[in-house]
């Protein structure tokens, strides 16, 4: 039940790309997007709806491929501050009332 | 506007004992949920509630976990007895809406970190 995230680590130097990818057995409704830094809460980045309906607050894009029940998180011209664990959130259900995150995936920018 | 409020901080606890932690969600959020973050793992969802009842405790280990929302506002996760296992970052998150339609944003309290000797 537990979306599979790769990689599972990925270091990066300010400026270069990244991509994120989660994958799911089950048919999704919706795929959700979140960011922890170390020692802190979990924060919103983006959700993904089945339908083709996106929803995000920071300047980073995803994708969500409903028949591969695929999502992918693209950072672009990272950032120091983009540096924590990804973790997405799959759900599945008549109306999504099943949750589950991912293990995470952990960015790390270097200077 | 404040965010969701989660008291203690820190416990340190030995097995067998009990405990309890409490959630105050941002005010007019009807869904509660409380998650259970082992150290390099994702957020485990144990409970959801929306307004003060259980939509979702499939993951909840009912005969050491209870979880209540009385009055459909603040919340308290209790644990007893504690094992070792259960050593663990548990956070509590908001968000506006119910069931029957997508989850929105979730917005995470600061977590309460437990540790059992």
């Known amino acids: 039940q537990q979306p599979v995230q790769s990689p599972q680590a990925v270091i990066l130097r300010e400026g270069e790309d990244a991509v994120i990818n989660c994958s799911s057995s089950k048919a999704l409704y919706s795929v959700h997007w979140y960011r922890q830094k170390h020692g802190e809460a979990p924060v919103f980045l983006m959700i993904?709806?089945?339908?083709?309906e996106q929803k995000g607050h920071e300047k980073i894009s995803a994708s969500f491929n409903e028949k591969k029940q695929q999502s992918s998180l693209y950072l672009t011209a990272s950032q120091l501050s983009y540096s924590g664990t990804y973790f997405c959130?799959?759900?599945?259900?008549?109306?999504?009332?099943?949750?589950?995150f991912g293990p995470g995936t952990r960015l790390s920018v270097l200077p | 506007e404040a965010g969701v409020a989660q008291s203690p901080r820190y416990k340190i606890i030995e097995k067998r004992q009990s405990v309890a932690f409490w959630c105050n969600p941002i005010?007019?959020?009807?869904?509660l949920y409380w998650y259970q973050q082992i150290l390099g793992q994702g957020p485990k969802l144990l409970i959801q509630f929306q307004n003060n009842g259980v939509v979702d405790d499939s993951q909840l280990p009912k005969d050491r976990f209870s979880a209540e929302r009385l009055k459909g506002v603040d919340s308290t996760l209790k644990i007893q007895p504690a094992k070792l296992e259960d050593s663990a970052v548990y956070l509590c998150?908001?968000?506006?809406f119910g069931v029957g339609r997508s989850r929105e944003t979730q917005y995470f309290g600061p977590g309460t970190r437990l540790l059992v000797l």
């Open positions: 005010s007019g959020h009807a869904t």
């Open positions: 959130g799959t759900e599945w259900g008549n109306y999504g009332q099943n949750f589950v």
């Open positions: 998150a908001s968000s506006p």
């Open positions: 993904l709806l089945k339908g083709g």
